[in-house]
């Protein structure tokens, strides 16, 4: 009885960048998330409610929900609301939309043949080496410990306004945490940080596997119609992340609308800021994928090469053929395959020549900044009218 080795297709490798690790162990164990992340709502609602709700009691009973002896109420913190019921939400919601779209991903590298028979199990060790990771306890009580540590101080430093809120009050030269406060810096603000560090990891972890591929000798056709050897998938696949780039710039929003409505600086001092912010996110997701240029452009310079022979052996023989004079007597011009042949042939090496260096395109890039730069368009309120702001969008786009 004779066997068979296992064809690439039939590898079915199932890798999910978020659907493993202790605190998703937790989850499921507290009832608030599914074994592929169901019970989305009911997780956002409880981690939001423990985040928020004990932050708008205290505030009330401390009598800085609205009005009070302080500036900054817990109503008017815009900056908080923001981060604890825009940014934190998105955040936990772009577990479930990242799973859905990078698992096919993962398998688009075996079904599309882009890696090659003999490197299956270098591929499959990386995504092994990305679970693990993934799931590595010690690393994510290391994202605890950044938090409690370096979290606490950067916080500490950028505490607020330099005038009362409702989470601190100036006392002698320092600031005097509230009832309010002391929750926002020892539950609310750690759990922000946790989950968008967490975020920070997977997105390591992410390019990590991809570095690991990138090293591999994948089968790229230059004359692909994705302009990208076959690899275009990947700065789709980018798209994923745009929730999290979303609630990063919403985030900054927050920040920039308590310095404006409360702080007394203008919106445009921090318009070096915003593009700084849109373009090193922009990199942080982008960057990573050239990667894979070098064999890009090295299947481009090979696909030229070959196709630019090819070509030249095909127009020797049809100029042989048809202008010297070679075919035979009554063959006609009209209608031979030989034309539609050379007219595939050409279309075939300007392909290979439109090859990009980079799996992603202009379009991938607009995209993702469109949506950092979404949540920050509100700001532009404070500054112009509404009819305004429109008009000014429509001349930046059209």
Do not use: C
């Not at 109503?75 to 908080?80: F, G, K, Q, R, T």
């Not at 609301?81 to 859905?100: F, G, K, Y």
């Not at 096919?104 to 590298?109: Q, T």
């Not at 090496?349 to 890039?365: H, N, Q, T």
């Amino acid at each position: 009885m004779s066997h068979t080795a296992p064809s690439i297709t039939d590898e079915s490798p199932d890798f999910s960048l978020v659907l493993g690790g202790p605190i998703f162990q937790l989850l499921r164990r507290s009832h608030l998330s599914g074994d592929a992340l169901e019970l989305l709502h009911r997780r956002i609602v409880a981690i939001v409610l423990v985040a928020w709700l004990p932050l708008l009691l205290l505030s009330m009973v401390g009598g800085n929900l609205l009005a009070g002896t302080v500036r900054l109420p817990f109503l008017h913190d815009i900056e908080a609301h923001v981060r604890l019921l825009v940014a934190l939400p998105v955040l936990i919601a772009a577990e479930l939309i990242v799973h859905s779209r990078i698992r096919p991903v993962v398998k688009a590298f075996l079904t599309r043949r882009i890696v090659r028979e003999q490197d299956l199990p270098r591929f499959l060790a990386a995504i092994d080496s990305a679970t693990h990771l993934r799931n590595s306890v010690p690393v994510e009580l290391g994202l605890l410990v950044l938090v409690f540590t370096i979290g606490q101080w950067l916080w500490r430093s950028q505490i607020a306004l330099g005038a009362s809120t409702w989470y601190a009050i100036p006392q002698a030269g320092s600031m005097h945490l509230t009832t309010a406060g002391y929750w926002y810096k020892f539950v609310s603000i750690p759990i922000f940080q946790f989950v968008l560090l967490r975020w920070y990891l997977r997105f390591f972890i992410w390019f990590r596997f991809l570095w690991k591929v990138s090293r591999l000798d994948l089968h790229l056709i230059p004359t692909h119609p994705d302009r990208a050897g076959g690899l275009a998938f990947l700065g789709k696949s980018s798209y994923a992340f745009s929730p999290i780039l979303f609630a990063q710039g919403a985030l900054l929003a927050g920040v920039i609308a308590s310095r404006v409505l409360y702080g007394s600086e203008s919106l445009l001092a921090f318009k070096m800021e915003v593009g700084g912010f849109i373009g090193l996110f922009l990199v942080l997701i982008l960057a990573p994928l050239t990667m894979f240029t070098p064999q890009m452009a090295r299947a481009k310079r090979k696909g030229l090469a070959e196709y630019g022979l090819l070509a030249n052996r095909y127009v020797d023989g049809f100029e042989q053929k048809w202008v010297i004079g070679d075919a035979a007597e009554g063959d006609e011009l009209m209608g031979t395959g030989d034309i539609q042949s050379l007219a595939d042939l050409g279309n075939s090496y300007a392909a290979v020549k439109e090859m990009r260096a980079v799996p992603f395109g202009l379009e991938d890039i607009g995209r993702l900044a469109a949506a950092t730069a979404v949540p920050l368009l509100p700001l532009g309120l404070t500054v112009f009218s509404l009819e305004e702001m429109v008009m000014r969008i429509v001349k930046i786009l059209f």
